[in-house]
């Protein structure tokens, strides 16, 4: 076994575990740093794919940029272990039913990459991992998702926004 793929393998447990307290946390904060500590591993494991723009922009981009928004948004909106724990209990064996699947499943996925014929990457995947040719490729192949991605953003920020004043006018009331 090659130590690319001994890193992909660990790199691939923490992000399960990671990925798991960050559902499974009772404190909506925690899950929070759990998720970031999961966004780090997943840019871990983009590198052990040689994609390395793609790594540098999920920990610039999702680690730096999204969850302080959504740290941001837990802190102003207050929430309580009480209004999570009362919408949570009423699935609880739901949740559990596909939390277990999707995680078996991912398992799976993990354990037949690992013990495949040829888990070798492409030859040509180090050229494949530049901003050049992602670059080319997101803005002429995929430029509808792009512009789609985009305009759900712009949709967010003014949610949180629209959330944010409402509960400043509660205050001031």
Do not use: C, R
Not at 66 to 81: H, K, R, S
Not at 112 to 131: C, D, E, K
Not at 156 to 166: C, H
């Amino acid at each position: 076994m090659s130590l690319n793929l001994f890193f992909f393998g660990l790199l691939a447990i923490l992000l399960i575990t990671s990925g798991l307290m960050a559902v499974l946390s009772k404190n909506a904060l925690k899950s929070a740093v759990a998720l970031v500590i999961n966004f780090f591993v997943l840019a871990g494991i983009y590198l052990t794919l040689n994609a390395q723009f793609i790594a540098a922009a999920q920990v610039l981009v999702y680690t730096g940029a999204i969850m302080v928004i959504i740290i941001f948004v837990i802190m102003l909106l207050n929430v309580t272990n009480d209004k999570i724990a009362g919408e949570f209990a009423k699935n609880k064996i739901t949740i559990a039913v596909l939390i277990s699947i999707s995680l078996l499943s991912v398992l799976a996925g993990i354990f037949s990459a690992l013990y495949s014929p040829n888990p070798a990457l492409a030859p040509n995947s180090a050229q494949i991992g530049t901003a050049e040719y992602l670059g080319k490729v997101l803005y002429t192949d995929y430029i509808i998702p792009v512009i789609a991605i985009g305009m759900l953003l712009t949709a967010a920020i003014i949610g949180a926004v629209v959330l944010a004043k409402k509960k400043v006018n509660e205050v001031h009331k």
